[in-house]
């Protein structure tokens, strides 16, 4: 049995798999990782390896590795383009909000942006790009420096995963907490078409990846198994 952890922005995830053959154990995850590539292009690649997950919220089948997209730079970039050419012209953004260790693409959707003149309401016409912080309270804050950077400002939120929707409701009550006005959601893999109303835009979804499922913590067929 391959047991270990790690830690994505505040939210811990841990995996088990089963190794048949012990003396292969050190290049279990190295082999078992999946490629998929997205319908915008095939230079937004996913990496996932199949297993069973847990995250705070939910169990799933996959792990999906966000790694290579979120800081290689021509991925980052690729993502960035593929998400700025699927809003409305009109659509107005002012801020980009990231979180999930997302800012590199964010700096590449602000360019593109800004570059598509797209409508903004800040003065100096570019497009701020934030992250949140959490305090020891686990709640999501921004820090008075930032403020003026959502409050009033139209709102574009970016996320790497979406599986339940939770994380997605927290920044969403946050940003409307701190007076930011959300025009739109991103998110590069996501498990959820939509949410408060809004059309949830994702390079990947669970049809992309084939059996993809997730489970609510105390009803996990993976746990009773």
Known sequence: MFLTGLWLQNRKVCWRMEEK??????????????????????????????????????????????????????????????????????????????????????????????????????????????????????????RDNLVGEIQGKNVLLLLATTTTGMTMRRSLECIEYYGGKVQGICSVFSAVKSINGLRVEAMFDTSDIPGYQAYEVHNCPMCKA
């Open 21 to 142: 053959d012990s003396s292969r154990e050190g290049e279990g995850m190295e082999n078992k990782v999946m490629k998929f590539y997205s319908k915008a292009g095939n230079n937004i690649i996913l990496r996932a390896i199949p297993g069973h997950f847990a995250t705070s919220h939910s169990h799933i089948n996959y792990y999906v590795d966000m790694t290579g997209l979120k800081t290689r730079r021509s991925e980052a970039a690729a993502v960035g383009k593929a998400f700025v050419q699927r809003l409305p012209i009109e659509t107005v953004v002012d801020t980009i909000v990231c979180l999930d260790g997302c800012e590199v693409i964010g700096a590449y959707m602000a360019e593109e942006l800004e570059m598509g003149n797209f409508p903004s309401m800040n003065m100096h016409n570019t497009v701020y790009v934030v992250t949140p912080e959490f305090n020891m309270n686990n709640q999501m804050i921004f």
